[in-house]
């Protein structure tokens, strides 16, 4: 997600706000997750969902 933010950035491209909300809360999930249990990988899991 950091990759893609300072992507965003440097290419100075607008993002729907709604996309923004939605990074947003993923970041804040994926911290409270890391707190809850630190050895679990939620974006892995995602990308194995998407295949």
């Given at each position: 997600m950091q990759q893609l933010l300072e992507k965003v950035r440097r290419h100075r491209v607008?993002?729907?706000g709604n996309v923004c909300t939605v990074m947003g809360t993923t970041?804040?999930?994926e911290g409270w997750q890391r707190k809850l249990d630190p050895g679990?990988?939620?974006m892995q899991t995602l990308l194995l969902k998407a295949d």
């Open positions: 607008n993002v729907d970041s804040v999930l679990y990988n939620v």
